[in-house]
């Protein structure tokens, strides 16, 4: 395929965020006599939080105090952001400056909120970056959906199957998949799912690698032209 867009995930591909969004978690349930541990987090990685917390209203009960739960996780998440900062993930800086000398258009497609968005981009000086972002307040249906993949193509003017997609985790690999983009994942906290993995292009270390095969897509389509 000849590269024309490239498409990436936000939270545990692009920025190390998800040990930020479990503390918040762990800390605001903790709070309110619930524990959850790291292994039992991992269930809510890359999805949508209206999804993660309905998905957590059923486990717990129609008794748990959610309105309570949804005001409290957010302000320790932004209190930890805000201490700790928060970091690109290794690899980034020199993904997005080959992308960028290749003259090709890049998506922002995050199961996050618009304010989350704008909030952790901003701390970690990429809020320039895109030129399309569409977030998880956006679409109609989350990942594991194509919807929001969908839409990233639709606002760039590119057919799906012209883009690469970067994804950390399960349901966003299968989002991208699904929607017919060429999708590479790199694993964050969980290790992929055997779904996973068949839906994914490759299976990559780090964003180093998936340097490497970017720049790769992109000579073979330049040297076939």
């Given at each position: 395929m000849r590269p024309e867009a490239i498409v990436f995930d936000?939270?545990?591909l692009m920025l190390d965020t998800e040990p930020l969004y479990k503390i918040a978690w762990q800390q605001a349930l903790a709070e309110l006599g619930h524990e959850l541990d790291d292994a039992a987090y991992l269930r809510f990685v890359?999805?949508?939080?209206k999804d993660c917390e309905s998905d957590l209203l059923h486990q717990l009960g129609a008794e748990f105090p959610l309105q309570t739960f949804r005001n409290r996780w957010p302000y320790l998440w932004r209190a930890c952001a805000n201490e700790q900062g928060i970091a690109r993930k290794a690899g980034l800086s020199e993904l997005l400056g080959l992308i960028q000398d290749a003259g090709?258009?890049?998506?922002?497609?995050?199961?996050?909120?618009?304010?989350?968005?704008e909030f952790s981009l901003g701390l970690a000086d990429l809020l320039e970056t895109f030129d399309v972002i569409v977030t998880?307040?956006?679409?109609?249906?989350?990942?594991?959906?194509?919807?929001?993949?969908l839409e990233a193509a639709r606002r760039l003017d590119v057919d799906p199957a012209c883009?690469?997609?970067?994804?950390d985790s399960d349901a966003g690999i299968l989002a991208a998949s699904q929607a017919g983009m060429v999708?590479?994942?790199v694993p964050d906290l969980k290790q992929p799912s055997e779904e996973a993995v068949?839906?994914?292009f490759r299976v990559l270390k780090s964003l180093h690698d998936a340097r490497e095969i970017v720049a790769a897509l992109i000579e073979r389509a330049?040297?076939?032209s």
């Open positions: 936000m939270d545990g890359g999805r949508s939080t090709l258009p890049i998506a922002l497609a995050t199961s996050s909120n618009a304010s989350y968005t998880g307040d956006q679409v109609a249906q989350p990942k594991p959906a194509p919807d929001i993949y883009c690469i997609a970067l994804e999708s590479l994942l068949h839906a994914a330049v040297d076939s």
